[in-house]
């Protein structure tokens, strides 16, 4: 088997080691014998869509996220089209804002986004910093999510718009509503940090899956890993909002 | 009129009260780094001002995201040959108070201060405040790294806010490193009392950059830079090939660095009107650009040669950067890390030492620490994935640190996770066999703990404060 994944906007959207998603998946693939491979785009080049089972954007500045905003342009039909017919995407924070319908600046600016979720974030006042847990429902299984957040854009689903978990504990989309993130057919946006998919395995098994799935057409079965010290590193992650 | 009129009646009381309370305290066990001035301050919001304005030679300010108080040490150092007396903060207590309790602490209760000089390592998001409370003589400005930004915002705002404050510095010479895109521009803002300093050796560096890597775009313009060589993270021979922006020409640099793991380093430092060869006893390539900025300012006030050589090389490790300890047949090195810039330099010094590696690596995320700890995926841990490394990890966040190892291709057999420090160091000391050395890599809140551990029940043959690497 193998599996195809696009990294979108590598070195500007890297800001708080989101590469570290990467790694991960990357890891749990060569463990399971799977043939992994993960290719870069940056501004001005566009992957071929078909090729690609997985698209993965992380977290940016705000000087970057203009940057990517604006070569996004290019790049949203063919990226919502993937998502549509099937492919996995991973989105964090400055990436998940960008592919809402827009975002709407401090300074009223706006900037569109590609629209593949629907949600649109504003900017907030203060920032939105600390440790988060969440609990999420992925393909009937119930689990928790553990990270960490650092925005100060509040973004808000629109109709239709399905929550990736409720917030147990921290600020997740908005700090009004208790939503985290996003989750559309196999397209994830969300705002952990930390990075997500070290310390949430089931989180990058599933999209693992999902990949698998869009590329065989039938749904792929991994084998299962030693995952404690994924488990004891979410524990302490946990912890840190039970004091 | 005596400037010492210029004191309201009244404050030989309060620095009375402020230097009773702060022995009190250190009496107590609670250290006196910040309370004394945390307690004037709370009197008299000016304090710092009035002494400094009594110390005949003013103060020299630090600030960097890596190596502020290793280049402090070393400054002091070098002034010291000098023969000045200065007045400086000490362990890391590098926000206002910490320079009040600095000045309080060297001045008589009447407020007469006895140093020559203050010297005064001060945090990034402070520094604006202090440059303009304290016209500094003279201002060092070593790097900017992404840190801890849970606390401070996002990078490009602390350059924003330097920039800013480099533009309203009063008498100031200006010490800036060249090879630091984000930092170097500043020298244009005063170019009439600026000083660069960088390597001039492009074998030191590599022609890849490392994944921790800051600032890729052109600070005026925004195109990408192109880099001839990266020393280390951002910090290199850059150029915009849009706007023509470009790393200014040092003129104090190293030439020749060689780099000889935990023994040290050697290059030959280059000035306008000198050269010379310098033998340091800190590893790595960072501990030659805190050896160059502190030159540099030596340099700037007119110390000299022969001081700035015998300043540089006799200064002892600054607290708990790089440490050394003979514990029985052991030896026990404390290697701070706190970012990915920092750690990737110590990576690459570990490297460089042949045979098996001991590590107890610290991870904490307390708020000195920096409470996100997703910067350790960003360190390129992957370079000691296929070495002979065996890992203890500890603190409040010892799995990740585990796990970061374990996807870096460390096998699981060879990693062990206590996040108890003390259960830890003994384990981690039990795996590292008679004649080796555990290198411990501790977060900075760990590295306080573990210093008190070692001190209380492995009894060390050094004396942690002086000593001197060999």
Redesign the interface.
């Known amino acids: 088997m193998k599996l195809r994944i696009a990294h979108l906007y590598p070195?500007l959207m890297?800001?708080?080691?989101?590469?570290?998603n990467i790694?991960?998946l990357v890891?749990r693939c060569r463990w399971r014998g799977i043939d992994v491979r993960v290719d870069e785009f940056g501004p001005g080049k566009s992957p071929a869509w078909d090729d690609y089972d997985f698209f993965y954007l992380g977290g940016g500045?705000?000087?970057?996220q203009k940057?990517v905003a604006r070569d996004l342009a290019a790049k949203g039909a063919g990226l919502a089209e993937a998502v549509e017919q099937g492919a996995a995407l991973l989105a964090i924070c400055g990436g998940y804002q960008l592919l809402g319908q827009y975002y709407r600046t401090g300074a009223g600016e706006t900037m569109e986004g590609v629209g593949l979720f629907k949600a649109y974030t504003v900017a907030g006042q203060r920032?939105l910093?600390?440790?988060v847990v969440a609990r999420s429902s992925l393909d009937g299984n119930n689990l928790e999510l553990a990270g960490?957040e650092?925005h100060s854009g509040k973004t808000f689903l629109t109709a239709g718009g399905q929550p990736l978990g409720r917030i147990i504990f921290g600020f997740g989309n908005n700090a009004e509503d208790g939503t985290e993130g996003i989750i559309y057919k196999s397209a994830v946006g969300t705002y952990l940090?930390?990075?997500l998919l070290?310390?949430n395995p089931e989180l990058a098994d599933f999209l693992i899956s999902r990949s698998l799935s869009r590329r065989y057409g039938q749904e792929a079965v991994l084998a299962p890993l030693?995952d404690n010290?994924?488990e004891?590193?979410h524990?302490?992650?946990v912890k840190?909002t039970r004091r | 009129m005596n400037k010492i009129d210029e004191f309201t009646p009244g404050i030989s009381a309060k620095v009375a009260l402020a230097r009773a309370v702060g022995s009190l305290s250190s009496r107590l066990g609670y250290g006196g780094t910040t309370l004394p001035g945390r307690i004037i301050r709370f009197f008299d919001g000016d304090i710092s001002q009035r002494l400094i304005s009594r110390i005949s030679q003013g103060c020299i300010l630090v600030s960097a995201t890596n190596g502020k108080t290793t280049t402090s040490s070393i400054i002091d150092s070098i002034l010291k040959e000098n023969g000045a007396q200065v007045a400086r903060n000490r362990e890391g207590a590098n926000l206002a108070a910490g320079v009040a309790t600095a000045l309080l602490k060297n001045a008589s209760s009447g407020g007469r201060p006895a140093a020559d000089i203050g010297l005064f390592e001060v945090d990034e998001a402070v520094f604006p405040e202090l440059a303009s409370q304290l016209d500094p003589r003279a201002v060092l400005l070593i790097n900017l790294f992404?840190d801890q930004?849970?606390r401070y915002?996002?990078?490009?705002h602390i350059a924003e806010m330097w920039r800013a404050a480099v533009q309203r510095l009063g008498r100031a010479v200006l010490i800036i490193n060249a090879d630091d895109p984000l930092v170097a521009g500043m020298a244009k803002l005063r170019p009439e009392a600026s000083l660069c300093f960088g390597i001039e050796d492009a074998a030191a560096g590599g022609l890849v950059m490392q994944?921790a890597s800051d600032s890729?775009?052109c600070t005026v313009c925004?195109h990408s830079f192109e880099y001839e060589v990266f020393f280390m993270g951002h910090l290199g021979k850059y150029h915009c090939p849009n706007c023509g922006n470009r790393r200014p020409s040092p003129a104090v640099s190293a030439e020749n660095v060689r780099l000889d793991g935990m023994r040290g380093s050697s290059f030959d430092l280059v000035t306008p009107r000198w050269r010379q060869t310098i033998r340091i006893s800190l590893p790595g390539l960072y501990n030659v650009y805190n050896a160059l900025g502190a030159a540099a300012c030596g340099y700037s006030l007119d110390v000299a040669p022969e001081q700035i050589k015998s300043g540089l090389e006799r200064f002892s490790a600054a607290f708990g950067r790089v440490e050394r300890l003979r514990i029985g047949g052991k030896t026990v090195c404390l290697l701070l890390v706190k970012n990915?810039a920092g750690f990737n330099e110590v990576v690459r010094t570990l490297l460089i030492e042949p045979g098996r590696k001991n590590l107890l690596l610290a991870l904490n995320?307390r708020i000195a620490d920096g409470?996100?700890?997703?910067?350790?995926?960003?360190v390129d841990l992957e370079a000691l994935g296929d070495k002979k490394v065996s890992a203890t990890c500890t603190g409040?966040?010892?799995?990740?640190m585990?796990?970061?190892l374990?996807?870096?291709g460390l096998d699981?057999s060879r990693?062990r996770?206590r996040?108890d420090l003390s259960a830890a160091l003994k384990v981690a000391m039990a795996h590292t066999r008679d004649g080796e050395t555990l290198y411990v890599l501790p977060t900075y809140t760990a590295m306080l703990a573990i210093r008190r551990i070692i001190h209380k029940h492995f009894q060390p043959e050094d004396e942690m404060a002086d000593l001197v690497w060999r």
Do not use: C
């Open positions: 070195e890297n800001i708080y080691a989101d590469r570290g790694i991960v890891n500045q705000d000087r970057e940057l920032r910093i600390g440790n960490f650092n940090h930390g990075p070290p310390k030693d010290l994924e004891a590193a524990q302490a992650a840190k | 992404r930004l849970d915002g996002e990078l490009e994944h890729k775009y925004g990915p995320d409470r996100d700890i997703s910067w350790i995926w960003d409040t966040r010892a799995a990740e585990a796990m970061r374990k996807y870096a699981a990693l996770v996040p």
